[in-house]
């Protein structure tokens, strides 16, 4: 299989970094995961989440002109697609009630805001 960009491999994790993790990919290339592409969730150090020898699956993001090899393990994983994801559960009318009940509110405080301003200056017809 060639490395292209886009394609899943799997590869082995061959050291580890503060700022990422090299993976060693087919046909004896490596590349890197950098530290944002190791997890969904904030990873402050690498070493939490992967070791040396750990076989992962990650996606091949780029590939620069002088043959490094950036990959993701996050981009890597299957994720469902919007329509087999759950709808939503809110109706639209709830929605709309919400949204209503927002703008009123801040209507009331914006109009509230500026009467505070206004007496503050002493009305609306004061000079400076």
């Known amino acids: 299989m060639s490395i292209e960009v886009g394609s899943k491999l799997k590869g ?3 050291g580890i970094k503060k700022f990422g993790a090299f993976v060693e990919l087919p046909e004896g290339k490596s ?25 992962v699956e990650v996606k091949v993001l780029t590939i620069a002109d002088d043959g490094k090899i950036s990959l993701s393990i996050k981009k890597a994983k299957a994720r469902p697609r919007r329509s087999q994801q759950q709808k939503p559960s809110q109706k639209p009318e709830d929605f709309e009630k919400k949204l209503s009940n927002f703008l009123k509110d801040s209507e009331d405080k914006l109009t509230s805001i500026k009467r505070q301003t206004e007496s503050r200056r002493g009305g609306r017809g004061s000079r400076r």
Not at 31 to 52: F, P, Q, R
């Open 12 to 14: 082995k994790v061959t």
């Open 31 to 55: 590349g890197l995961v950098h530290i944002s592409e190791v997890a969904d969730n904030y990873v402050e150090n690498v070493e939490d989440h992967l070791s040396v020898g750990d076989e």
